[in-house]
Structures are given as C-alpha cells and as structure tokens.
C-alpha cells in the first residue's frame, strides 16, 4: 500500500498562488493515477486533479481547469498541484489520493476508486 504525505498548504489572498506536494513512498509507483481532493467546511470532498504516473495524461474539473496544473516527477515519487489565481472558494484541506489503475483502464477523478490517502494540507484564501 503506497503512503502520502502532503506539504505546501497555507494562507494566501485572492490572486496568489500555492504549490502543492505529495511524496509517495511504499510501493512500485507504476500504473498509479495520483489525485487532488478538496473538501471545504460544510461541503462534499470534491476532485480537483490527477495524474497517470506511467503516461503523465493528466485530468482536471472544471472548476480549477485553466488555473491549476497537476505535475510529478517520477524520480522522486512525487505529485504537485500549481495553484494559481487563487480565489476565496478555493479554501479547503486539500488532500492527496491515490490507486493503482488496470492496464485497459485510464484514470479517474472519481473518489471511490482512490483507496490511499494522505493527512490533508489546509489552504486558505482571503479576499
């Protein structure tokens, strides 16, 4: 079972950027989609972004497409998530997921098929 450890949350205002990090560590990381959640108090946990570690095909929602971009480096086990022009509802604990993906299948953003979690990471956007 792959572990995560989340790092780079923080508090920024309304226009800024945070970059986000999440180590994996554990097992092969071969065939893994790595995924960005959000969840904001009082709100459903929510996919922001993830990534194929084999093929780098990445995927995004709607609501952060054209300002958020998930990256990795494989070398060092490790996915980002580049946030820009930060907006007040972007706050929430982000957290970093992960599950490793049939051979005929691509990944997802679906929330049930993510089986590896990180702690979370608080990021908070002030107007």
């Known amino acids: 079972q792959v572990q995560l450890v989340e790092s780079g949350g923080g508090s920024v205002q309304a226009g800024g950027s945070l970059r986000l990090s999440c180590a994996a560590s554990g097992t092969s990381y071969s065939r893994y989609c790595m995924g960005w959640f959000r969840q904001a108090p009082g709100k459903e946990r929510e996919g922001v972004a993830a990534i194929d570690t084999d093929n780098g095909r990445t995927y995004a929602s709607d609501s952060v497409r054209g300002r958020f971009t998930i990256s990795q480096d494989n070398a060092l086990k490790t996915v980002y998530l580049q946030m820009n022009s930060l907006k007040p509802e972007d706050t929430a604990m982000y957290y970093c997921?992960?599950?490793?993906?049939?051979?005929?299948?691509?990944?997802?953003?679906?929330?049930?098929?993510?089986?590896?979690w990180g702690q979370g990471t608080q990021v908070t956007v002030s107007s």
């Open positions: 997921a992960a599950y490793r993906r049939p051979s005929w299948l691509s990944c997802a953003l679906r929330q049930s098929l993510y089986n590896a």
